[in-house]
């Protein structure tokens, strides 16, 4: 198996995609290998939405069980790869926000601090913990466009194959998502200290 990746992106991209369809179709062994195959990325992609390595450890587990169960419904309308980042993001979504509400529970309904303390904190994870905030305020089909398009970096066409709109109806939410994000993560200027 490892023999089929030496040609490159391009061969280990096909060879994603042939373990993806045979999953699909029943395959148990290819599923094995499958989950093998796209740990390591699930697990990239986890990282990007959760700064604790932990927590990315336990979205990428979820991930790849969510995946064991919803392969059956892979269609194949976009790539394996696209279908497997929008599973991902979502999962990694799902992760902050039980984590976020267990943290709720267990301190008896003390909010969160407005912003990560930047001395247990890295700006990086900061600035992750407030897009994940501001994503929450976001309506489900604007917060997975926006995540699939800068997150993922994943095309337009892609996005629109995988969530069966037309592209120009991905731009509209992408670019409707970026300006509501824009207004909860950039810091408004006091119009006093802008005088002068």
């Known amino acids: 198996m490892r023999s089929a990746y030496a040609g490159g992106v391009d061969s280990q991209a096909g060879e994603v995609e042939a373990l993806a369809r045979a999953a699909a179709a029943g395959d148990t062994a290819a599923l094995d290998?499958?989950?093998?195959?796209?740990?390591?990325?699930?697990?990239?992609?986890?990282?990007?939405?959760?700064?604790?390595?932990?927590?990315?450890e336990d979205a990428c587990q979820d991930t790849l069980f969510a995946l064991t169960r919803s392969i059956g419904r892979?269609?194949?309308?976009?790539?394996?790869?696209?279908?497997?980042?929008?599973?991902?993001?979502?999962?990694?979504?799902?992760?902050?926000?039980?984590?976020r509400?267990?943290?709720?529970?267990?301190?008896?309904?003390?909010?969160?601090?407005?912003?990560?303390?930047?001395?247990?904190?890295?700006?990086?994870?900061?600035?992750?913990?407030?897009?994940?905030d501001a994503l929450e305020t976001l309506r489900p089909d604007l917060a997975e466009a926006v995540v699939l398009r800068d997150l993922l970096d994943l095309s337009y066409a892609d996005i629109a194959a995988l969530t069966a709109v037309p592209e120009g109806t991905v731009?509209?939410?992408?670019?409707?998502?970026?300006?509501?994000?824009?207004?909860?993560?950039?810091?408004?200027?006091?119009?006093?200290?802008?005088?002068?």
């Open 101 to 132: 509400g267990r943290f709720l529970a267990e301190s008896g309904g003390t909010p969160l601090p407005d912003r990560p303390d930047p001395r247990r904190t890295s700006v990086v994870a900061g600035v992750r913990l407030d897009l994940l």
């Open 171 to 196: 731009k509209s939410r992408i670019h409707h998502a970026r300006s509501t994000l824009r207004l909860r993560l950039v810091p408004q200027r006091d119009p006093e200290c802008t005088a002068g």
């Open 33 to 56: 290998t499958l989950l093998t195959v796209l740990r390591p990325d699930v697990l990239r992609i986890c990282a990007r939405f959760l700064p604790n390595r932990e927590d990315a």
């Open 74 to 99: 892979f269609e194949g309308r976009s790539s394996f790869r696209t279908w497997l980042y929008r599973l991902t993001a979502n999962r990694a979504r799902s992760t902050y926000q039980s984590l």
